[in-house]
Nanobody, 120 residues
Framework: VQLQAFGGGLVQAGGSLRLSCAAS????????MGWYRQAPGKQRELVAH???????TYAGSVKGRFTISRDNAKNTVYLQMNSLKPEDTAVYYC???????????????WGQGTQVTVSS
């Protein structure tokens, strides 16, 4: 299983970016999917999470600015980031809790990370 993230880059404060992450390989089912971020010298933190049914959870610092969504047919999760701030600068990682085969337990898989830099 591979999770590949796209869409990071350099943007000015107040700007927008859209991240996407596609899961590929042998996948029986995907449960929750999420985005995490890690800034230099800080721990990785949850940014947003979405269940199979579409229920969402956001970190307080991004609520109202970021929107997570998913396309179950494409095994893809998105993060629309608006009104970006310099403190949003971090490496963003996508995550998926999935089952490769029906007879195996679920496990967490991670993407390679994509850099988001917001200049002031």
């Amino acid at each position: 299983v591979q999770l590949q993230a796209f869409g990071g880059g350099l943007v000015q404060a107040g700007g927008s970016l859209r991240l996407s992450c596609a899961a590929s390989g042998t996948i029986f089912s995907i449960n929750g999917m999420g985005w995490y971020r890690q800034a230099p010298g800080k721990q990785r933190e949850l940014v947003a999470h979405i269940t199979t049914g579409g229920s969402t959870t956001y970190a307080g610092s991004v609520k109202g600015r970021f929107t997570i969504s998913r396309d179950n047919a494409k095994n893809t999760v998105y993060l629309q980031m608006n009104s970006l701030k310099p403190e949003d600068t971090a490496v963003y990682y996508c995550q998926a809790n999935l089952r490769q085969y029906y007879y195996k337990p679920t496990g967490d898989y991670w993407g390679q990370g994509t850099q988001v830099t917001v200049s002031s």
